[in-house]
């Protein structure tokens, strides 16, 4: 049995954060797929077993079950000595990036996502929001990234690995991320991680649910 299961599917962006992480670590691990499509998070068997919280995705080791991706990533670095930040200055300005991520970033790409991909609303004004809010972020994240090749210190942190999260699904964002120029580079890099690999590769998915 591997080291570490992570509750996950492969639609989910947060999942993929800790799968990516747990993946370029080259930790034991394994996927234990959770159909969100049928309701399973918002079950009382799960929110009772794994997360209170009735998401996705939970990490199991060592008879621990952490939730919340940032929370994850933050344990992995803290067992691995990987993708960590080197000093106490630098911890604040990961936590810092994750949590816009978690806030601005990565909160309405997933929900722009889910409404056109899964939830096919096609455009509203709700996602005409999203979008605005979603080039917002990236403007922000795009100048961050104009005299630098991570978020980060120089080099790939978690606060990388959090951000990426739901960029790589490519078409299914709806978003023009062709038009932010240091993103691209940045995710190119990213990319270029030895271990890297697409969340679709990483984790099972629903049957006809992506673009795949
Ligand atoms: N801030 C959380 C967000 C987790 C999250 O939103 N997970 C979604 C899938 S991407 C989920 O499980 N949603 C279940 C539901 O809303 O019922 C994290 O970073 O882990």
Same mark, same amino acid.
């Given at each position: 049995?591997?080291?570490?299961?992570?509750?996950?599917?492969?639609?989910?962006?947060?999942?993929?954060?800790?799968?990516?992480?747990?993946?370029?670590?080259?930790?034991?691990?394994? %996927?234990?797929?959770?159909?969100?499509?049928?309701?399973?998070? &918002?079950?009382?068997?799960? &929110?009772?077993?794994?997360?209170?919280?009735?998401?996705?995705?939970?990490?199991?080791?060592?008879?621990?079950?952490?939730?919340?991706?940032?929370?994850?990533?933050?344990?992995?670095?803290?067992?691995?000595?990987?993708?960590?930040?080197?000093?106490?200055?630098?911890?604040?300005?990961?936590?810092?990036?994750?949590?816009?991520?978690?806030? *601005?970033?990565?909160?309405?790409?997933?929900?722009?996502?889910?409404?056109?991909?899964?939830?096919?609303?096609?455009?509203? %004004?709700?996602?005409?929001?999203?979008?605005? &809010?979603?080039?917002?972020?990236?403007?922000?994240?795009?100048?961050?990234?104009?005299?630098?090749?991570?978020?980060?210190?120089?080099?790939?942190?978690?606060?990388?690995?959090?951000?990426?999260?739901?960029?790589?699904?490519?078409?299914?964002?709806?978003?023009?991320?062709?038009?932010?120029?240091?993103?691209?580079?940045?995710?190119?890099?990213? *990319?270029?991680?030895?271990?890297?690999?697409?969340?679709?590769?990483?984790? %099972?998915?629903? %049957?006809? *649910?992506?673009?795949?």
């Amino acid at each position: 049995m591997a080291d570490y299961r992570l509750y996950c599917m492969g639609e989910s962006g947060n999942a993929y954060k800790a799968a990516l992480m747990l993946e370029l670590c080259r930790l034991s691990w394994e %996927p234990v797929w959770v159909d969100f499509f049928h309701g399973e998070t &918002r079950t009382a068997e799960y &929110r009772s077993t794994f997360n209170e919280m009735g998401e996705v995705p939970v990490l199991e080791h060592d008879g621990k079950k952490l939730s919340q991706s940032g929370v994850i990533l933050d344990y992995l670095t803290e067992v691995t000595g990987q993708f960590g930040a080197k000093d106490a200055d630098e911890r604040r300005e990961v936590w810092r990036w994750i949590l816009f991520d978690n806030h *601005k970033f990565t909160a309405s790409l997933a929900t722009l996502r889910y409404l056109i991909q899964f939830a096919k609303t096609g455009e509203t %004004p709700v996602t005409e929001f999203l979008r605005a &809010r979603i080039i917002n972020a990236l403007k922000i994240v795009d100048h961050h990234l104009q005299d630098k090749p991570f978020i980060v210190g120089g080099r790939p942190t978690i606060a990388d690995l959090s951000m990426v999260g739901y960029l790589h699904y490519g078409d299914e964002l709806t978003v023009p991320l062709g038009d932010f120029a240091n993103v691209s580079r940045w995710m190119d890099a990213v *990319k270029a991680l030895p271990g890297w690999a697409h969340p679709y590769d990483l984790m %099972p998915s629903a %049957p006809g *649910k992506s673009s795949r």
